[in-house]
């Protein structure tokens, strides 16, 4: 059996392999195109293929039923193969199949990762939601981005990175039975998209992007595009596109960009571009930021910085610049690709010199200031106030009753700040707290718990009204339930540092008289005949003409 078959089969390599070589792939299919003068097709134009390679395991007739449509039989593949016996294929021998034969489900495409403001526009009802991780895209769905960004994996790995103030449209996504060979269209019809696509050798996969403009046929590379009313730009930093206008492609090769202006009267352009810039050595793993990165002077007059997480690909950021240096600001605990590009004239982006990143930002403990341990306040806000140690840290007070804090009665917001209130007020009794550091969003250092006890307090005092009556100026108050007496301020000033008159009055009104053409300020606080106090309430200016 196996002298028999390996013969037959080197033949029709063989054969597929000349065949191959004597049809250039055409710009509609990125397939190999076989001869039909050996099977059941016509041998007057060129049938499209996919040629399966045999897994070990797998079997002809298994391989059939998952890949054939149900109106194409096993049979009837053998025969175009001009194979008789399919139990004399195994492991690493390949089967020609017409692409017409292959089974077609739509295969969507998801989100990955989105930044910002990213809305997904829905192909069959129109409606707009906001798009999240994991989102399913499917054919006929429009991506619109605004502020955001937004990373797209198509079903065989590839991968679309969307830029802020784009619109893309998904027209095609079908995946042809399970191998994973699928063909995708898309549609940008403005903005910038930044893709990486499998290689068309690893499946056959079709990826295909139309703009108002140009057509971009994609044969397994990494490449920016951008469009806009003006025309579309690409840029191919890997591999290469066959780019144009439709049926006047060019094929576009690392390293070049070219340009297609929606004026008829200017063709197609080609370009080398810019080359990636040195970037100056930078430590493998940074544990300070901000950290600078650097890099050789050039001739361009500005440059871009793009950071992409390296294992979800999310677009963290991306500025361009003048100059030569660059900080990188706060960024989370992780690995991270920097690319930095050169940008021409137009603002068309070169070839990206890359560096790999880790960041690895360890929180430190900070030093608590005020209250002291055990201290005494009548204030029901009391401000927490410490030191931080580290870099790039963001802190909060924690409160709890208790010392293992396992019940928190209030915090404060995270922020990169040394001082805070309680995000609401604290009532009479004994009360802990700590101060929590976080940096790189996963490191976190807390302190030592203090003990704070807060007095009991009376609600500040806001004046509701004032009557002026020829000279005197009459001022009414809003009644405090448990308060006794009030205590009454009157400055010229706002700030209360020279006190011209107080008193303790039992109303909640009092008559004044005062000079006219003169500015005066009031301000009240509630008294009791317990360690119940009140702050003082808003200053409220008065004035007679």
Not at 79 to 85: D, L, P
Not at 311 to 339: A, C, P, Q
């Amino acid at each position: 059996m196996t002298e028999t078959r390996v013969p037959r089969l080197s033949a029709l390599l063989l054969i597929v392999s000349l065949l191959t070589c004597a049809f250039p792939a055409g710009a509609e299919l990125s397939v190999t195109r076989g001869s039909a003068g050996q099977s059941d097709a016509s041998s007057a134009s060129p049938v499209p293929e996919w040629i399966y390679t045999l897994h070990p395991g797998e079997s002809f007739s298994e391989v059939a039923n998952d890949l054939l449509a149900q109106n194409y039989s096993a049979s009837r593949l053998l025969q175009y193969n001009k194979i008789s016996n399919g139990a004399i294929l195994g492991a690493g021998d390949a089967v020609r199949i017409p692409l017409a034969w292959l089974k077609r489900q739509p295969q969507p495409a998801k989100a990955t990762t989105v930044s910002g403001t990213v809305q997904l526009i829905s192909g069959t009802t129109g409606r707009k939601i906001p798009l999240s991780e994991d989102s399913l895209i499917r054919v006929g769905d429009e991506i619109l981005s605004a502020s955001g960004t937004a990373t797209i994996e198509l079903a065989d790995g590839s991968e679309v990175r969307i830029s802020p103030n784009s619109r893309l449209l998904f027209n095609r996504l079908t995946q042809y039975g399970k191998a994973g060979m699928v063909d995708t269209r898309l549609r940008l019809n403005h903005g910038e998209i930044h893709t990486r696509v499998k290689p068309v050798m690893e499946g056959g996969a079709r990826f295909e992007i139309e703009t108002p403009s140009a057509v971009a046929a994609v044969r397994g590379t990494a490449f920016a595009l951008q469009t806009s009313g003006k025309g579309t730009s690409l840029q191919v930093t890997e591999g290469e596109v066959d780019f144009g206008a439709p049926g006047k492609t060019r094929r576009i090769p690392a390293g070049f960009g070219a340009s297609l202006s929606t004026n008829s009267n200017h063709g197609l352009s080609i370009r080398r571009l810019p080359p990636a810039p040195e970037i100056n050595p930078l430590p493998p793993t940074l544990t300070q930021l901000p950290s600078t990165m650097t890099w050789q002077d050039s001739r361009a007059p500005m440059h871009r910085v793009d950071i992409f997480e390296a294992d979800s690909g999310r677009w963290v950021e991306s500025r361009k610049m003048t100059g030569n240096s660059f900080d990188i600001g706060r960024l989370d605990n992780g690995s991270y690709e920097i690319h930095l590009a050169a940008l021409d004239s137009r603002g068309i982006a070169g070839m990206p010199g890359v560096i790999p990143v880790d960041v690895a930002l360890q929180a430190r403990m900070a030093s608590l200031v005020s209250p002291s341990d055990g201290d005494t306040v009548n204030d029901d806000m009391p401000e927490f106030r410490w030191q931080l140690n580290g870099d790039n840290e963001v802190a909060r007070v924690e409160i709890a009753e208790d010392k293992d804090f396992r019940n928190l009665v209030a915090t404060s917001e995270w922020a990169p700040e040394t001082s805070a209130l309680p995000s609401r007020p604290l009532g009479p009794g004994k009360y802990y707290w700590r101060v929590v550091t976080e940096a790189g969003g996963n490191s976190v250092a807390t302190t030592e718990a203090r003990q704070l006890v807060v007095n009991g307090s009376l609600p500040p005092v806001r004046i509701i009204s004032v009557n002026y009556i020829d000279s005197q100026v009459r001022v009414f108050w809003e009644k405090i339930v448990t308060a006794t007496d009030y205590r009454l301020q009157l400055a010229e000033e706002p700030g209360f540092n020279n006190i011209i008159k107080e008193a303790t009055l039992s109303d909640t009104t009092a008559a004044l008289r005062l000079i006219p053409g003169r500015r005066y300020f009031v301000r009240l606080k509630a008294l009791s005949d317990g360690p119940l106090q009140s702050r003082w309430g808003p200053g409220r200016e008065l004035y007679l003409e």
